[in-house]
């Protein structure tokens, strides 16, 4: 899957505020996302972008925080980066394929078994009813 395209290719290929959140590191606003209610029994999140998987639908939780929260996600899918904007130090986290901006990833809330949770931007993901690709593990990113 070539994940790897030029700004001019996402822009065509991604709606506005797909470009906005994914590839300028943009935030939807609270509660307004298509997944923030949504918690399927099976299946898995992936990528807008790129159509990686990134996350399986057991791994998501109600946090109450208005973006779609996961406690864990695929092994590798996703990638970490220290962010200092707005005064404050957050982690960033991105698709491990294509480098899409997801949202942040917040730990010590004792929230979950993992100590994690990945609030991420529904227009980052995409709902894959199927079954999870054969070889995918389940892991922390933090």
Known sequence: MAAKRTEAEWKQQL?????????????????????????????????????????????KFKSGCGWPAFDQCFKGAVSTTIDTSYG????EITCSACD??????????????TNERHCVNSVSIRFVDAPIPAGLEQAKVV
């Open 100 to 113: 899409g901006h997801l949202g942040h990833v917040f730990e010590g809330e004792h929230m979950t078994p």
């Open 88 to 91: 404050m130090r957050r982690v």
């Open 15 to 59: 709606s506005p505020q797909e470009y906005h959140v994914l590839r300028e590191k943009g935030t939807e606003r609270a509660g307004s996302g298509e997944y923030d209610k949504l918690y399927p029994k099976d299946g898995y999140f992936a990528c807008r972008a790129c159509g990686a998987p990134l996350y399986s639908a057991a791994a």
